[in-house]
Structures are given as C-alpha cells and as structure tokens.
C-alpha cells in the first residue's frame, strides 16, 4: 500500500508564492517518479510537473505552469516537492501528488491551492 501525504496548499493572493510537500510511504517500495497533477471544478485533471526518482533528474512541465513552478524530490525521504511563484487566478485547482512505483499509479487526497486577491 503507498501512501501520500500531502501539504502545503492554501489561499493566496495573485503573485504569491507557496510551496507543496508531498511524502510517499513505503520506503522499501521502487519509485519511478513523482509529480502533481491538478483539477478545476469541472475540469479535467491535469499534469502539473513530474520528476524521476532516480539518479538522473529529468523534470517536466506543465507549459502553463514553466518557469513560475519548480519541482524537486528527496528521493531518501521519498518526498516531492512543488515551489509555485507568480500564481495566478488560472493555477487555481486542487492539487494532487502523484507516485509511480512498483504497485502502480498512487494519488493522495488532494490539497486546495486557491489564488484570489
């Protein structure tokens, strides 16, 4: 069973800044990799950012969401996590971590990242 235990979400104004923490359990498990996805009400879900879980980081983007959010992992505490600078109204949504491991596709229970003046 993998777990994922996000934080990190919250309400913030148009140009702020926050930072999501998400911990996969399951030290023992293989990572493959690691990412956020997000979902607007009535929207499809979407991919945020993704990153490898090995020795060699590949990274990649939302094209929406390049340059403002970087993401990055600790792969011994099998953790990801997404910086958000310059949000906008538009990155609204709530955010969901993501992990590929051996037991397949893992999602957490999501995080509302909500940006309004």
């Known amino acids: 069973q993998v777990q994922l235990v996000e934080s990190g979400g919250g309400l913030v104004q148009p140009g702020g800044s926050l930072r999501l923490s998400c911990a996969a359990s399951g030290s023992i498990l293989r990572f493959y990799a690691m990412g956020w996805y997000r979902q607007a009400p009535g929207k499809q879900r979407e991919l945020v950012a993704a990153i490898t879980s090995g020795s060699d980081t590949n990274t990649n983007y939302a094209d929406s969401v390049k340059g403002r959010f970087t993401i990055s992992r600790d792969n011994a505490k099998n953790t990801v996590y997404l910086q958000m600078n310059s949000l906008k109204a538009e990155d609204t949504a709530v955010y969901y971590c993501?992990?590929?491991?051996?037991?397949?596709?893992?999602w957490g229970q999501g995080t509302q990242v909500t940006v309004s003046p």
């Open positions: 993501s992990a590929l491991s051996t037991l397949g596709n893992s």
